[in-house]
């Protein structure tokens, strides 16, 4: 067991050495492997009090995803991540606007993760602005998964910040509100 001299981090360092993993002068090469995997990009996984189970679970397994350089993976787990605050939040549908062959404009309501987040919005659950950004997620997620494409891991770090923001938009920021409301009213 390893601890970081700067931010004092704990992990766990495996040190091990096989006869059959030598260099050209037949010396042992020794294997090191770090648990949880650490460098400067990593990611730490948040912690919420607020946040329901399953979207905690997803929520890390797309960390995981991101630090293990897993990165197609982990554009779908953002992808999930942004299903599962609707379903969490009761959205099942939304108003999506789209354009006719003819040029005009409709408005219909449509149960796909684009309706979804719209939906979000319409219930005021989010602003529209973090609705909008919610639908970059949906882009990013569609491409890793329909299209087999690999996201940066730049844009991936972003989508992962955006979540734990919304994670506090939706679950922690509420709660702590009514936290100082029944201290208030205690009084």
């Known amino acids: 067991i390893i601890q970081c001299l700067g931010c004092e981090t704990v992990s766990f ?20 492997r770090i648990y949880p995997k650490r460098s400067k990009d990593t990611l ?3 912690h919420y009090f607020n946040v329901p189970y399953n979207l905690q679970r997803i929520y890390s397994e797309t960390v995981d995803s991101y630090n293990n350089n897993n990165l197609t993976l982990c554009g779908a787990g953002v992808r999930g991540l942004v299903e599962g605050i609707c379903q969490e939040n009761g959205i099942t549908e939304g108003n999506v606007e789209f354009t006719k062959k003819d040029g005009s404009t409709v408005t219909q309501l449509r149960n796909n993760l684009q309706g979804k987040i719209n939906g979000l919005h319409e219930s005021g659950k989010l602003t529209l602005q973090h609705a909008e950004i919610l639908h970059e997620h949906r882009f990013l997620g569609n491409e890793a998964v329909h299209e087999l494409s690999l ?25 702590k509100g009514m936290q100082l409301k029944s201290k208030r009213l205690k009084k």
């Open 13 to 32: 360092r495996n040190y091990s050495i096989n006869s059959e993993n030598t260099d050209h002068e037949h010396r042992p090469i020794p294997t090191i």
């Open 44 to 46: 730490a996984t948040k």
């Open 151 to 175: 996201p940066s891991k730049e844009d991936l770090n972003l989508a992962i910040e955006i979540v734990e923001n919304v994670f506090e938009t939706l679950y922690e920021i509420p709660n």
